[in-house]
């Protein structure tokens, strides 16, 4: 018998679902290093009992609404434990400030930046046979809800366990923060 549209659409939606869902396990994080002021450190050493990693773009214009809701989000449960780590990239359009100004012009403008627990990293690919292994880690475990194991947009977001296992992905369109009675 043929399927109606709706059984289709639920098939559908099941199967984004399935593949948005954390995936075997293929690093393990105790051995991926990121760069923090051009020297290559455990990623381990910036988790917090939940993380947040975000790729970004001080030129993107999503981040005069990303970047102050960072900053909020860390700021009301860091003292829960929540660190957030920024990774700047190159890749897309050109980043034009170089890791330093990347970091400071995100305290300037966003107060954002408490190291080691609200961390502005140097520039990484995120993309590529050039990604840097976390990312790769990362868009390997927890594909997009359209099926994608790639970045594909500045602002996507990874929430992290304290092991720093991926355990949900948000895509540019979600602003990170929670309502009162989350």
Do not use: W
């Not at 970004?56 to 970047?67: E, H, I, S, V």
């Amino acid at each position: 018998r043929a399927e109606s549209s709706q059984e289709v659409s639920f098939n559908e939606q099941e199967r984004i679902r399935l593949q948005s869902k954390p995936r075997e396990r293929i690093l393990l994080t105790e051995g991926i290093k990121v760069p923090y002021n051009h020297e290559n450190f455990p990623v381990n050493r910036y988790l917090g009992k939940a993380t947040l990693v975000v790729n970004m773009k001080l030129d993107d214009p999503q981040t005069a609404t990303q970047y102050p809701a960072l900053t909020e989000i860390y700021n009301k449960y860091s003292k829960d434990g929540l660190n957030v780590l920024v990774f700047p990239t190159e890749q897309g359009y050109y980043e034009p400030d170089d890791d330093e100004m990347c970091r400071a012009k995100s305290k300037e403008y966003y107060g954002f930046g408490d190291y080691p627990k609200a961390v502005v990293f140097d520039k990484v690919d995120v993309l590529g046979p050039s990604a840097n292994p976390f990312y790769t880690y990362l868009t390997n475990n927890l594909a997009t809800p359209n099926g994608y194991t790639r970045i594909t947009l500045n602002y996507e977001k990874f929430l992290l366990d304290s092991s720093g296992n991926p355990v949900r992905r948000y895509p540019r369109k979600v602003t990170p923060t929670f309502s009162s009675s989350s």
